[in-house]
T-cell receptor, first 114, second 115 residues
Framework: DGGITQSPKYLFRKEGQNVTLSCEQN?????MYWYRQDPGQGLRLIYY???????QKGDIAEGYSVSREKKESFPLTVTSAQKNPTAFYLC?????????????FGPGTRLTVL | EDKVVQSPLSLVVHEGDTVTLNCSYE??????LLWYKQEKKAPTFLFML????IEKKSGRLSSILDKKELSSILNITATQTGDSAIYLC???????????????FGQGTILTVHP
């Protein structure tokens, strides 16, 4: 079955630690996205990648970093510079950048900073 | 700054009622407006609207875009408890040359349908 997997489902982090959230897709999609969702708010775009080895900052990129070395994978690192990292993180992909109606979302990772 | 605003933020109705959810936007280089339903985790796609005045319909759900008013509505008729969810509006667009696939989301409308 094709889809997007995110791991882990739940993640706990101590203040000052960097953590990496995994996102893998086997849909052969070119574009991938990371969003953050806080309670009572919609999704906010952190980073997106339209093609391998290229990525763009979204609206709230500060304190985050990404890489896109393989088409299938788009890991997100939450660094200690991110002031309020506790949130629900969603990864998504689209067949190609303009095909936004093909966007698939992963099941999400809930990050809690202790 | 690109902005998408949804109203109401929450809505409680009884089964069988009809609801109308609103979405207004200020986004440069508008490409499309999308509606999603989010129940527990990942949002699921409902509609994509690009042309003004053309209604899209799927069962009891329908949506229309008004580019002149920079807004869209999502209608749900004969609501059921299974319609309880967060409904998200998102607009594709934004400044710069890489606006394809770049979505700005509204805060969402939390819909609760009581039996």
């Amino acid at each position: 079955d094709g889809g997007i997997t995110q791991s882990p489902k739940y993640l706990f982090r101590k203040e000052g630690q960097n953590v990496t959230l995994s996102c893998e897709q086997n849909l052969n999609h070119d574009a991938m996205y990371w969003y953050r969702q806080d309670p009572g708010q919609g999704l906010r775009l952190i980073y997106y990648s339209q093609i391998v080895n290229d990525f763009q900052k979204g609206d709230i990129a500060e304190g985050y970093s990404v890489s896109r070395e393989k088409k299938e994978s788009f890991p997100l690192t939450v660094t200690s510079a991110q002031k309020n990292p506790t949130a629900f993180y969603l990864c998504a992909s689209t067949l190609f950048p303009g095909a936004i109606d093909t966007q698939y979302f992963g099941p999400g990772t809930r990050l809690t900073v202790l | 700054e690109d902005k998408v605003v949804q109203s109401p933020l929450s809505l409680v109705v009884h089964e069988g009622d009809t609801v109308t959810l609103n979405c207004s936007y200020e986004v440069t280089n508008f490409r499309s407006l999308l509606w999603y339903k989010q129940e527990k985790k990942a949002p699921t796609f409902l509609f994509m609207l690009t042309s003004s005045g053309i209604e899209k319909k799927s069962g009891r759900l329908s949506s229309i875009l008004d580019k002149k008013e920079l807004s869209s509505i999502l209608n749900i008729t004969a609501t059921q408890t299974g319609d309880s969810a967060i409904y998200l509006c998102a607009v594709e667009g934004g400044a710069g040359g890489t606006s394809y696939g770049k979505l700005t989301f509204g805060q969402g409308t939390i819909l609760t349908v009581h039996p």
